[in-house]
């Protein structure tokens, strides 16, 4: 078995052990989330993830878990769970590895090629009816997680955007609370939607990953990450396309800056 992080040498839940005996293991370095992910692959098996983070009140992957298994429920592709286990230390999360590559990673596909699959993908995701949903990211819900993770020193100031970098995670929350857009625009959203977390084999798209932040949010959630991953990863010139196949809808410049700003205490 590959070498593994110190903090693995913990007990991982019997459960867990027996099914993981026998794979090479391959941290996962792309996301910027708090938990540890690996690859597993063992010949003849099929390869799998493992998600690992401290127990948390703030933590994200019972929250992971339940959006996954929900989002299957609606038929759209995404990882299946395949164990989730606590041992009141740390949270374990062991799911299916989807076929292809993320969409940052995909290189036999074009660019542009890419950016058509997420819009599609994603009109799909923001089509399903609210009303089936039963997570809750409206603003009302999603500032005062901001303000928890504040308080918990959860927000990495080093990690904000350039044109914010030197500024304090309470000034952004001051800016947060002032500049909150007065109506919302309601879809089932991804929550974190950037090219990492979304799959596609080949020409063809296979399903969603990172899904903790899925809920019902102001579709502007989705497209002002989107757009800014677009043009962070491909160029400004592909946001245009995106926008082009995602269909009916005109970003507002204020909304796609406030959900950026947003986006800092996550």
């Known amino acids: 078995m590959a070498s593994k992080p110190q903090f693995m040498e913990t007990p991982i839940p019997m459960r867990l052990r027996d099914a993981l005996a026998g794979y090479e293991w391959r941290q ?6 708090s938990a540890h992910v690996f690859r597993l692959e063992a010949d003849g098996r099929a390869p799998v993830y493992l998600k690992t983070e401290l127990v948390d009140p703030l933590g994200e992957l019972t929250d ?19 164990a989730h286990e606590s041992d009141g230390e740390r949270e374990w999360l062991l799911m299916s590895a989807l076929p292809g590559s993320d969409l940052v990673s995909e290189e036999l596909t074009p660019p542009v090629e890419r950016v058509r699959l997420l819009a599609n993908a994603l009109r799909r995701l923001h089509a399903i009816d609210i009303a089936a949903c039963p997570f809750d990211h409206r603003l009302e819900n999603r500032i005062e997680t901001a303000r928890a993770r504040l308080l918990a020193g959860h927000v990495d100031e080093d990690d904000f955007d350039e044109t ?5 995670a309470e000034d952004l929350f001051r800016e947060l609370e002032a500049k909150r857009p007065s109506t919302e625009d309601f879809v089932v959203t991804h929550g974190d939607a950037c090219l990492p977390n979304f799959m596609a084999d080949g020409d063809r798209f296979s399903g969603f990953i990172d899904c903790g932040r899925l809920g019902i949010a102001d579709r502007h959630q989705d497209i002002a990450l989107v757009c800014g991953s677009i043009e962070y990863n491909f160029g400004e010139e592909l946001v245009a396309e995106f926008l082009k196949v995602y269909g009916n809808f005109e970003p507002k410049a204020e909304k796609m800056a406030y959900y950026r700003l947003l986006d800092e205490f996550f």
């Open 164 to 168: 914010r970098l030197g500024r304090s």
């Open 64 to 82: 992971e878990v339940a959006r996954l298994r929900w989002l299957a429920s609606q038929g759209l592709a995404c990882p299946d769970v395949i």
């Open 28 to 33: 996962d370095a792309l996301g910027r989330s």
